[in-house]
């Protein structure tokens, strides 16, 4: 009961801090939390710990829990990325992470070609074919856990440790495609082919193949979210 109290305080203050209903500079204090939300003291100190530990808050003395502009977000957080696209500016969220991802996954694709271990590049190419037996199948849940799977392991395997901690975030936008209905119904057949060449250049180490079948890829994603971000801000910040 603690933790789902903790993450429903979590959840609300983050939620509308994101949504820009709380806006920086905004205070609150622990008291008028407690009671709006029915929780403890205790509860309310360990949520708010937890957005500082984000960067939405701040607690400041005789002053109240305190929003802190964006600026100070981190934005690469999971839990702020879910909440953003939850918003008014999910258009804007999605066009940053498939813009970084546009950039970041064919250079690790062509890394993992170069230098993934033996062991892993079979596990992607396992992956990339369990995908496309689901993709064919309609089984949407298993497509997205191994969509998820498979482009963290492309990360993990270029060796490069800053690649690699991308993995929550670009999950947390493949989950978020699926939970708001911007996924097509089924996988397009080109779609599973280029996550299966993708896969197979990096066993075979094909760096350039691989790194243009993953530019393929993410042509595609570009093409099919267009339209969710179309006349939206840039930037995916709070609403005024």
Not at 39 to 56: C, D, I, K, N
Not at 123 to 148: C, H, K, N, Q, Y
Not at 197 to 206: G, K, P, Q
Request: charged fraction near 30%; proline fraction near 4%.
């Amino acid at each position: 009961m603690s933790s789902r109290l903790h993450d429903l305080v979590v959840d609300s203050l983050g939620g509308r801090i994101v949504a820009g209903d709380l806006r920086a500079g905004a205070t609150m204090m622990a008291v008028d939390v407690e009671s709006e939300l029915g929780v403890s003291r205790s509860v309310v100190r360990e949520a708010v710990r937890v957005l500082q530990s984000l960067g939405l808050v701040e607690s400041v003395r005789r002053v109240g829990i305190r929003v802190r502009p964006q600026a100070d977000w981190n934005v690469f957080d999971p839990a702020v990325i879910r909440w953003r696209l939850d918003s008014d500016r999910r258009g804007s969220q999605l066009r940053s992470l498939t813009e970084l991802r546009s950039a970041v996954e064919p250079a690790a694709a062509e890394l993992a070609a170069a230098h993934a271990p033996e062991a892993l590049a079979g596990d992607l190419l396992a992956t990339a074919e369990r995908m496309a037996d689901a993709g064919r199948e309609r089984d949407t849940v298993a497509f997205l856990e191994l969509d998820i799977r498979f482009h963290a392991l492309v990360l993990a395997a270029s060796g490069n440790e800053m690649f690699a901690s991308l993995a929550d975030a670009i999950g947390e936008v493949l989950r978020g495609r699926t939970e708001h209905g911007l996924m097509p119904a089924q996988p397009h057949e080109d779609t599973l082919r280029l996550h299966l060449e993708v896969a197979a250049a990096i066993r075979d180490h094909r760096p350039d193949l691989a790194r243009a079948s993953m530019e393929r890829i993410m042509r595609r994603t570009t093409g099919e979210l267009d339209a969710a971000w179309t006349g939206q801000p840039r930037a995916a910040s709070p609403r005024a």
